[in-house]
């Protein structure tokens, strides 16, 4: 069984590498963490001058027709900027190469502040309310200009507050808290508790940024270039990061996002972080069935 981690590939934002490499190595990361056992890899959107992530969609096409194991999706698709009919075509089209293995990850987030050619796009935050409760209807029961999507798949929402976590509940959706995004875990527990009274079938998730290495002088430096909060340290302190925040969020998953600037240093970090967790969260399964018994 697959261990209660995932992985966010693409969330460099550091603007210090070009976006072609970083593709390669975030694909790399994918095949390397369905073969790891990770449960999902999610692809974020941005826009701007060199961004390696301004249309995930496709790429995510591209990781489930190349993984076999992985759950693939976005975190986040910007519904905010993009026209709801044919984000809906898109993902017909996507779910073709995941199968049952899809995750369609949607959240409040906008463009980045050198994207001003895309900020006549953007709906407020009503409109955005209303094209996802539209856009999770169109996936269940079709609109003139595509079918139902049919395939199974797992509707995500994602946020920092308890707005995003309600309208999970309300669509019976999913929902992940973005924790590197703010990193207040009041704010977090919250979230989790206004979303569980909703009592959802969906999943919950946490997600981190962590740049893990033992040199810690590497680590923090790759933590330092990022505009988010990240936990540097030792695979084995990044580990114990995601265990605490399973712990203490009650949250069903960790999704991490690794930010080593080096891809030898990243992939060593998937497999270690991995294994920990793995040996971790086994022990207790284990050890939670004898006492059932």
Request: with cysteine; charged share 25%; proline share 5%.
């Amino acid at each position: 069984m697959r261990p209660p981690l995932g992985l966010i590939e693409y969330l460099d934002l550091a603007g210090m590498a070009a976006a072609r490499p970083i593709q390669r190595v975030a694909f790399e990361a994918a095949l390397l963490a369905d073969d790891l056992g990770y449960r999902r890899v999610w692809v974020p959107e941005h826009h701007g001058v060199g961004s390696p992530s301004r249309s995930p969609l496709h790429t995510v096409a591209v990781l489930g027709s190349h993984t076999s194991g992985i759950r693939v999706g976005t975190a986040v698709t910007l519904l905010r900027l993009r026209d709801l009919h044919l984000t809906a075509e898109d993902l017909f089209t996507v779910a073709g190469f995941c199968g049952d293995r899809l995750d369609v990850g949607l959240g409040r987030g906008t463009v980045g502040p050198n994207s001003d050619l895309l900020r006549h796009l953007l709906k407020d935050d009503d409109a955005l309310d209303r094209d996802v409760r539209e856009l999770a209807r169109i996936l269940r029961d079709g609109c003139e200009l595509v079918e139902p999507l049919g395939s199974p798949y797992e509707l995500w929402l994602h946020g920092t507050s308890g707005r995003s976590a309600v309208m999970a509940a309300e669509l019976g959706a999913s929902y992940c808290h973005a924790l590197f995004l703010k990193p207040d875990l009041d704010v977090c527990l919250r979230a989790m508790d206004d979303y569980r009274a909703g009592s959802s079938p969906g999943t919950t998730a946490v997600a981190l940024a962590v740049a893990a290495n033992t040199d810690p002088a590497r680590a923090l430096a790759d933590a330092r270039r990022q505009p988010f909060a990240v936990t540097a340290g030792s695979p084995e302190d990044c580990a114990a990061t995601v265990l605490n925040a399973l712990r203490m969020s009650g949250a069903d998953e960790v999704v991490i996002a690794e930010t080593s600037s080096d891809p030898d240093d990243h992939f060593r970090a998937l497999k270690e972080i991995h294994a920990i967790v793995s040996a971790a969260t086994t022990g207790q399964a284990v050890a939670t069935a004898g006492l059932e018994r």
